[in-house]
Every structure is written in structure tokens, then in C-alpha cells.
């Protein structure tokens, strides 16, 4: 909490007017009005009795060694998303990083905004200036969040920085980022949580635990089959590539996930073989599934998570991304083609 809002609140938990704080201190009612507003700061002189008029420790009145509780981060973050779609990237993003230089240290509240800043930068790229400079400010947060103490958050970090620098082709960098990264225990946690919770009689609890555990469990599988199909394809096996492919379109269907899931994989086989009317094809589904909302919560495997808040439609969001990836060179055979130039003429006017 700034300053200026530990004055306000301690000011008004002890019943104090800032006339009183004013007298008590020797200062105008104004200057104490400017400090409770952020305006002006107190003069250093006045910080000891200050802090004792408000019954504070000067750590606390300085916010020294203080960080957001996980409410704070959470409602923080809503109202950077709120900003990013009602005005824009920038504004939203300075916003955080105003956030971050108050609380330098709070590594939770710098690999929150990372991670929301960016999927925003993923989701509206397409409409942003200066993308690289943003991409580079994110990872400058992932990278300060590996000094963290705390190794649940520094360990993502990781994983975020390794797919970062493979991205860019920093290879000896990934690796190096990749080495910081614990081997995985023998013992699983959650599912010991889940065990017990079911021992407690907490069946709801334990299923929602157990429902994104198998999410993100399937998720790594369908992300596996679809780098697979990839190095299939670049070493010149259609047909290994056409049965991972396929593989991963069953898995989409047997697990329940997004219905854009079963045609990615199929899409990569079809423009390595140049075939125009299964890539149109697929392109369609694609586009067609993405502005079709993904209803978890009525999947039988994943009806227990909780589905918090307005639930807005993250195909539309991403569309922006989808009708980009078009201009790809390997989407060249189809620039030509009155059906894919109609096709995207239609969902560009969706964006």
C-alpha cells in the first residue's frame, strides 16, 4: 500500500481528522490533505512522529518490506485487462509497470503482469507498435522474478524464460535457464492433496483439483503431438506426420478439449503437402471453432472447475492472431485463391 493511502486509512482507523494531524504535527490541514492524495510526501524530520501519531512502525508507514496480498494481485490484474480493451496495450502496460516500481520486490505481482501482459501482447499483437521493444520489457519481469525465494513462482518464470529465448533461437541461453530447473519428484502432490481432501469428504474440491490436473495433463500431451507432427514434417515423413496428426485430432474429441484443437495439427500436414482444398478446409474449422465458445463447464471431465466471472468468447480475442498467421509464407499457395481470400476478407471483418 502507497504512502499516502497508509496515511489515509491509519488516519481514519485511530479517528483522526487531518485537521488534528495537522495540529499534532505543526503543518497545514492543505499539506496533510497533499499527502493523503499522493501529491506531496511528508518531510523526512516529520516521518518519526508521524509514524507514531499513527501508530505504525516506519516500515510500515514506508511500505519497506511489503508486498500485495494475492486479492490485491488478482484485482490489480482485472483492472490492467480492463484497461488494455478499453483504451489500449501501452496504457495497460505502463499501468503495471508503475505497479511493479512500488512494489519491486512483491515477485508475484512482477510474474503476474508478465504473464498477463503477455497473452495481451499475443491476443492484440496484431494492433500493437513497437512489439519487440514490449517483448523484451517481459522478459526483463520473467528474468527479475528468478531471484524470487519463493520456487513455485521462480520455477515458472524459468519455464516462460526457456520458451522466450527458444523463440528467439537463444539456445545456449534456453538451456542455460532450462539446467535452473528442478528434475521433477517422485511424489505428486496433488494428487496426495486430492487423496486426502477425499479422505476430509471434500469430493467437489478434490474433483476440481483432479479436473485441471487432467487438463493440464492432456494439454501437455496434444502440445507433444503436435511438436512431433512438426519434426515429422521437416524430416520428410507424411505419413508418421499424418498419424500424429490424427492422433492428436482423437485426443481433442476423447478429452473433451476445444474443438479448434482437432484441426491445428491436420492444418500442419495439409500446407506442408500444398493440398488447397483440405487447407481451406481446415482453415474454415479453425476459424469457424474459434468464435465458437469452448463450455467447459457442461465437459463431463471438467464440469467441477469453477468458471469465475464474465466468461468472454477467447476466440474472437485470439482471431486477430489466427488472420496474422496467414501471412506466413507457408500460406503462400493459397494468397491466390478466391475461396481463402473470401474466407479471410469474412473474418477479418469479425476482428
Known sequence: ???????????????????????????????????????????????????????????????FNEGLTEQEISQFSKDVITTIRNSCFSDGFHM?????????????????AALLLDGALLLYGANITNKESYETEIITLYERVIKSNDEQVRNKAIYMLVSKYMGRMEYDRAQEMLDLLPD???????QLQSNLMINQGKFSEAAELLERKLLMGVSEI???????????????????????????????????????????????????RKDVETSISLLKSILSAAITPWEMNKSTLYHHIAVKGNQ???????????????????????????????????YRAIC
Open 1 to 63: 500500500m502507497p504512502l499516502n493511502m497508509i496515511i489515509r486509512e491509519k488516519r481514519k482507523e485511530i479517528g483522526l481528522t487531518q485537521e488534528q494531524i495537522a495540529e499534532y504535527l505543526g503543518v497545514s490541514t492543505p499539506a496533510v490533505n497533499k499527502w493523503e492524495k499522493g501529491i506531496t510526501y511528508p518531510d523526512i524530520a516529520l516521518l518519526p512522529p508521524l509514524a507514531r501519531l499513527l501508530k505504525v512502525d516506519l516500515n510500515t508507514l514506508l511500505c
Open 96 to 112: 503495471a509497470m508503475k505497479k511493479i516500481q512500488d512494489y519491486p520486490n512483491c515477485y508475484e505481482l512482477i510474474h503476474t
Open 184 to 190: 521433477r519428484t517422485a511424489l505428486d502432490k496433488k
Open 222 to 272: 496434444q502440445n507433444i503431438l503436435m511438436s512431433l507432427t512438426e519434426i515429422e514434417l521437416k524430416e520428410g515423413n507424411i505419413q508418421n506426420a499424418t498419424y500424429l496428426a490424427d492422433t492428436s485430432r482423437q485426443l481433442t474429441t476423447l478429452f473433451q478439449l476445444w474443438d479448434i484443437n482437432s484441426f491445428i495439427a491436420p492444418l500442419q500436414v495439409a500446407l506442408a
Open 312 to 346: 468472454e468468447n477467447l476466440g474472437k480475442q485470439i482471431l486477430p492472431a489466427l488472420i496474422s498467421e496467414v501471412e506466413n509464407p507457408k500460406y503462400e499457395f493459397l494468397h491466390s485463391k478466391e475461396e481463402f481470400k473470401e474466407l479471410i476478407k469474412q
